[in-house]
């Protein structure tokens, strides 16, 4: 009986552990840095699958949300959407310079809500490969139906560059 | 069917694999003279993943660092300065990277033992310590070049004083 267990559990784990680092992974979300795309209302997480597979070369595009490892605390992980990729000229918020250019490899994330987040305007451009991406997403309803656990938002397709993309967005 | 089960196998195979060079640790083969004259080109070193996942580098240790620059390439360096603790050179150097002369929360400065041939932490700044991917614990080969690599920050460098 034991025996079968450590054969299951020799079996699982490293099967488990290789999709979890090469497929993706769910995660919960907390805090309220990417209100309204996540954590719409208080009180309730929402859960999203993180792409891992779709980051597997780095290449990420402006709009894309993405959860990174926070560059000042190593064990925090942070959920932004990407603004500007490497080259790009972006106009900051609160940032040490109003005007950054982002150096090769790195680029510059944001919370959607604006002035409640601490992301690139507090600690600078990213390196690109600290990033983890979401793919796409269905409407949370979808999942509230079928899972009926506190709204749970699987993130399945590529969200669209939103407004604010735009108006970040200089030359 | 049997052909199905081998299958099944060699996939297990892979993730056991797989585990072991994400978690445990793996070998790695240098290029470029920037760690001169601990490591050289085409040494092969031992690294451990159990410093990134568990523990803070230390002063000294020789990183395997994921290029700031780079994403796809691997950067062999040693940690000279841990979170708040003063960088050392002059600060008008750094001036682009630091508001300090201390090193920022979560970063560290790294810089190869080769002082005249790097580019390191000089070039572009703290390096953030998530982008650390092991320690390197020792040269295995050549048979010549084996030995432990213990973090000797001072031995190659006589402007660098002990602070």
């Known amino acids: ?39 719409p209302k208080p009180g309730c997480s929402d859960y999203v699958f993180l792409n891992k597979w779709a980051v597997r070369n780095f290449e990420l ?8 490892r926070s560059p000042r605390e190593p064990n925090v992980h942070l959920i932004k959407r990407v ?26 994330l944001e919370g959607d809500h604006t002035g409640h987040s601490v992301d690139s305007n507090s600690f600078g451009p990213v390196s690109t490969q600290f990033v983890v991406l979401f793919g796409k997403w269905l409407p949370h309803s979808f999942f509230t139906l079928i899972l009926r656990v506190c709204k749970t938002v699987f993130i399945l397709r590529r969200l669209e560059i939103n407004r604010m993309t735009d108006d970040r967005q200089s030359s | 069917m049997p052909f199905l089960k081998k299958l099944l196998k060699f996939g297990w ?18 290029d470029g003279p920037s760690m001169e004259p601990t490591i050289h080109t085409n040494d092969v070193v031992l690294t451990e993943h159990y410093t990134p996942l568990w523990r803070r580098p230390q002063q000294g240790d020789v990183v395997i660092v994921r290029s700031p620059r780079n994403p796809n390439q691997f950067i062999c360096k040693r940690v000279v300065a841990v979170p708040g603790e003063k960088i050392p050179g002059q600060l008008k150097h750094l001036v682009k990277f630091v508001s300090s002369e201390k090193v920022p929360k979560g970063k560290v400065w790294l810089e190869g033992d080769n002082k005249s041939n790097s580019t390191d932490s000089k070039n572009y700044g ?16 050549p048979p010549s070049a084996v030995q432990l690599l213990a973090p000797d920050l001072y031995a190659y460098d006589t402007n660098l004083k002990p602070r």
């Open chain 1, 1 to 39: 009986m034991i025996l079968q267990f450590l054969k299951a559990l020799c079996v699982s784990v490293p099967v488990g552990l290789t999709f979890v680092d090469t497929v993706g992974s769910i995660a919960k979300v907390d805090g309220t840095s990417m209100q309204p795309v996540l954590n």
């Open chain 2, 13 to 30: 195979y892979g993730c056991v694999a797989h585990c072991v060079f994400e978690y445990c640790g793996d070998f790695v083969l240098c």
């Open chain 2, 126 to 141: 703290p390096v953030p310590i998530g982008l650390i991917r092991g320690r390197a614990i020792a040269t295995i080969w």
């Open chain 1, 61 to 68: 595009h402006r709009g894309d949300v993405v959860s990174l």
């Open chain 1, 83 to 108: 603004i500007g990729l490497e080259g790009d000229v972006v106009t900051t918020n609160g940032y040490r310079r109003s005007l950054v250019d982002i150096p090769p490899g790195h680029c510059w």
